[in-house]
């Protein structure tokens, strides 16, 4: 199983990134798929996840307005399109895959997701 994350980099406050997670050895449309963040010295956090069958979404109080979780089962790819990026934001940004879940659920905590991408560092400058 592969996850892999690309799109992210610096950008200044204001801006946006889309981030994507391409996935391979796993059946990407049964698995619901998340989004964490983990800042330096913090503990990682979730940021936004997606259920396998229905495609509902869940945003953390943080992000909500901001970041919307997407994903395309074709392509086998997540995606998180991140606007009005604060230097709050900065952290690296890893997706993740679970499988299992009851259709409509949407994982919030890290022991509930199977793999996890490497992860990409996002940077928002002042």
């Known amino acids: 199983v592969q996850l892999i994350e690309s799109g992210g980099g610096l950008v200044q406050a204001g801006g946006s990134l889309r981030l994507s997670c391409g996935a391979s050895?796993?059946?990407?449309?049964?698995?619901?798929m998340g989004w964490f963040r983990q800042a330096p010295g913090k503990e990682r956090e979730f940021v936004a996840g997606?259920?396998?069958?229905?495609?509902?979404?869940r945003h953390s109080d943080s992000v909500k307005g901001r970041f919307t979780i997407s994903r395309d089962n074709a392509a086998n790819t997540l995606y998180l399109q991140m606007n009005s990026l604060t230097p709050a934001d900065t952290a690296v940004y890893y997706c993740?895959?679970?499988?299992?879940?009851?259709?409509?659920?949407?994982?919030?905590?890290?022991?509930?997701?199977?793999?996890w991408g490497q992860g990409t560092q996002v940077t928002v400058s002042s």
């Open positions: 993740a895959a679970s499988y299992g879940m009851l259709a409509g659920s949407i994982p919030t905590r890290i022991y509930e997701y199977d793999y």
């Open positions: 050895g796993v059946a990407f449309s049964r698995n619901a």
């Open positions: 997606i259920s396998w069958s229905d495609d509902i979404a």
